[in-house]
């Protein structure tokens, strides 16, 4: 009775459009750029784009795959195939990650809501000057109020629904960004400087290849692709059965790697005009979007109307995220608690103020407070993207390969005679190449935060 019951999207577009907005987030826009233009430009670009096609591929069709065939989130898709202790514990893990990451994200996202709201305002020259990003994130108040703006605007779609509330705000938002991305995109590879600019971005160089180009793209496709979060066993859980989920994931990776090219293509190109490619500048890391940018829209003609839609166009990016997250984080408590949608977004509206809080005033009120030598914010992206989602990962190859069996996720792709075109890399990926991955990306981000390697 519960599986007939169940939301569903309405078709394969409103499963794509949902399933790339959960996807294309500030990993794209704000991560994907930096990383691409500390490690190497193109030759991260083709690194990335090759992992996406074989390791992202694998692992969204596992994840939607274990969804659908069992209709339900997280927990109760682990333990459908195997009730012991460990896949439990595998269930958790992946249902807990979106309940600690959107928080944290959504402080981001209040960061991101000011600076729009700041540009629409005309303070162009504020948003430049040096330290205001730093006063207004120390703040306290200030941040904190921009933060409760953001989680307010992603519960409220939460509470419409999955049709009502989010495929139907992916339905508007997803054309939007790309017609926005593209307008960025253009203005930004005009501007005096910009091709080389371009070249370095897409034009792959064997000299600027390095151990860490393949470790930096394996961690931002992890994180862009939103595997392991949770989100894509729910997401896969509200599909119908005649939609084909290879096709559907292939439509993802190509919107998913499309938006971060565009955003590399804003952002890198705007750089190099701004600088002469200093790689100072190109070094600048997660300080790109809310410093570097600023300063780069005031030196622009037009850089408060480009100032406003590229935050306009980050908002809408962060907002589809969240929304999968949260999302992710209701449908497991509607699943193992049997609560209702209103109940279960007030709990974890209640558990996204609370530790959203933590991290909107730790570098302010709280900055003296500290986890492993780290901000709340820092902690809890450090504990849900280099922890908690490789074990996490793992804990769905194993699922697949031990419990559920690889060809019961064939025979749930191929339903209805659907497509399965990599078939072949499938299931060589899920048995071999992605568990080794995965071991790569937690043992070097570990490495990273305790200082023996630096990424």
Known sequence: MQQKERASFTGKLGFVLS??????GLGNI?????LAAKYG???????????????GYTMIIAETALGRSTKKSP???????????????????????PILIVPYYSVIGGWVCKYLFEYAMGNTAALAGDGYFGAFISGGASAEFWFCVFAALTLGVILLGVENGIERVSRLMMPVLLVLALIICVYSVTRPGALAGVGYFLIPNAANFSLMTVVSAMGQMFYSLSIAMGILITFGSYMKEDVSIDVSTRQVEVFDTGIAILAGLMIIPAVFSFSG?????????????FVTMPKIFAGMGFGRLI?????????????????????SAVSTFGDQLGWGRTASTLTV????????????????PLAGVTLLGMPFLDFFDFLTNSVMMPVAALAICVLVNRCM?????????????????????????IKWVCPLFIAVILASSIANVLGIIQM
């Not at 490619?277 to 979007?289: E, N």
């Not at 019961?408 to 060589?428: L, M, N, T, Y």
């Open 405 to 429: 069996g690889v060809d019961k996720v064939e025979e749930e792709v191929s339903q209805g005679g659907a497509p399965f075109r990599r078939r072949g890399i499938f299931r060589f990926m």
């Open 349 to 364: 509206g209640a558990v996204m103020i609370v530790l959203g809080s933590l991290s909107s005033l730790g570098y302010g």
């Open 75 to 97: 927990v109760g898709a682990f333990t459908a195939y195997s009730n012991t202790g460990i896949s439990r514990l595998g269930g958790w893990i992946n249902a807990l990650i």
């Open 277 to 289: 490619g200093d790689p100072k500048a190109l070094g600048a890391g997660p300080s790109l979007m």
């Open 307 to 327: 100032g406003f839609l590229f935050f306009a166009l980050v908002l809408f990016a962060a907002l589809t995220s969240a929304i999968a997250l949260t999302e």
């Open 30 to 34: 704000w991560r994907f750029p930096y």
């Open 19 to 24: 399933a790339a907005g959960a996807s294309v």
């Open 41 to 55: 430009g193109g030759i991260f670009l083709l690194v990335y784009i090759l992992l996406v096609l074989t390791f």
